[in-house]
């Protein structure tokens, strides 16, 4: 098999003294979903912010289509084409929901690409169109979540990362969320998803891997492990 588009190989991070992640590798093929679930404080956003370059990785190695982005100088992490949807969405308050999009677009000069892409996020969320002008912290959590997706996709991202796609969401926003990720993925992009919630993350994610205190327990097709009865027993209450 060809070498992954996106790998994470025995990573180990944490805060100070304190280590959180735990030799972690987790890699995702070219134009798939790749979810990362488990219980809370397993260390997922730890993981995230270790690939944005946010938490500096103590060992290991982070290549994105085969550029090394584990301590990489930062320009490099930039310009890799990282886009990462924070826990708790983080919308900038005071400015419109487009402007917030548009936020995401701060590194790029390709005008029309730019105005292509603001259609696109308007197409796949209504809402955010109608509500271009509104101060974007002032939505609902579910808008807002439509927002910072938005804002990720208008950097135009090899590798969309979402931390915690359905916190706190009414189960068909989350459905059209869900619904949202796998037309993005149809035009060729990758996603990583964190989710605490092993149903949806299943329903949307070619494979999954299952973290539990810093260290990756358990890792599959979304098919194979949605049927594992240690899976379903521990994180679908079923
Ligand atoms: N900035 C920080 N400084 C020190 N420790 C931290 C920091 N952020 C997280 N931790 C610790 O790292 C561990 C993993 O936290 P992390 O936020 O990565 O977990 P998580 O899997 O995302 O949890 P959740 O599902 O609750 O979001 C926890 O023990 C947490 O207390
Ligand atoms: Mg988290």
Same mark, same amino acid.
């Given at each position: 098999?060809?070498?992954?588009?996106?790998?994470?190989?025995?990573?180990?991070?944490?805060?100070?003294?304190?280590?959180?992640?735990?030799?972690?590798?987790? $890699?995702?093929?070219?134009?798939?979903?790749?979810?990362?679930?488990?219980?809370?404080?397993?260390?997922?956003?730890?993981?995230?912010?270790?690939? $944005?370059?946010?938490?500096?990785?103590?060992?290991?190695?982070?290549?994105?289509?085969?550029?090394?982005?584990?301590?990489?100088?930062?320009?490099?992490?930039?310009?890799?084409?990282?886009?990462?949807?924070?826990?708790?969405?983080?919308?900038?308050?005071?400015?419109?929901?487009?402007?917030?999009?548009?936020?995401?677009?701060?590194?790029?000069?390709?005008?029309?690409?730019?105005?292509?892409?603001?259609?696109?996020?308007?197409?796949?969320?209504?809402?955010?169109?109608?509500?271009?002008?509104?101060?974007?912290?002032?939505?609902?959590?579910?808008?807002?979540?439509?927002?910072?997706?938005?804002?990720?996709?208008? $950097?135009?991202?090899?590798?969309?990362?979402?931390?915690?796609?359905?916190?706190?969401?009414?189960?068909?926003?989350?459905?059209?969320?869900?619904?949202?990720?796998?037309?993005?993925?149809?035009?060729?992009?990758?996603?990583?998803?964190?989710?605490?919630?092993?149903?949806?993350?299943?329903?949307?994610?070619?494979?999954?891997?299952?973290?539990?205190?810093?260290?990756?327990?358990? $890792?599959?097709?979304?098919?194979?492990?949605?049927?594992?009865?240690?899976?379903?027993?521990?994180?679908?209450?079923?």
């Amino acid at each position: 098999m060809s070498d992954p588009f996106f790998a994470v190989n025995s990573v180990q991070a944490g805060y100070g003294d304190v280590r959180v992640l735990w030799d972690i590798s987790v $890699s995702i093929q070219r134009g798939e979903i790749g979810c990362i679930v488990g219980s809370n404080g397993a260390g997922k956003t730890t993981l995230l912010n270790t690939i $944005s370059g946010l938490v500096k990785p103590t060992a290991g190695s982070i290549k994105l289509d085969g550029v090394e982005l584990a301590n990489a100088p930062s320009d490099v992490v930039l310009g890799a084409g990282i886009a990462h949807v924070p826990e708790g969405r983080r919308l900038f308050k005071g400015l419109s929901v487009e402007d917030n999009l548009m936020l995401g677009a701060y590194l790029r000069d390709d005008l029309q690409d730019i105005r292509n892409d603001l259609a696109f996020v308007y197409d796949l969320f209504p809402i955010l169109k109608e509500r271009s002008r509104q101060d974007a912290v002032t939505m609902s959590g579910g808008e807002q979540q439509m927002c910072a997706i938005g804002r990720g996709i208008m $950097s135009r991202p090899r590798l969309l990362m979402i931390d915690e796609l359905s916190l706190g969401l009414a189960p068909r926003l989350v459905d059209r969320l869900s619904e949202a990720l796998l037309e993005i993925n149809k035009t060729g992009l990758t996603i990583l998803l964190v989710e605490q919630d092993v149903m949806t993350a299943f329903e949307i994610a070619d494979h999954a891997f299952v973290i539990e205190t810093g260290r990756v327990s358990m $890792s599959g097709t979304t098919e194979d492990l949605g049927a594992d009865p240690r899976i379903r027993e521990s994180y679908m209450g079923i």
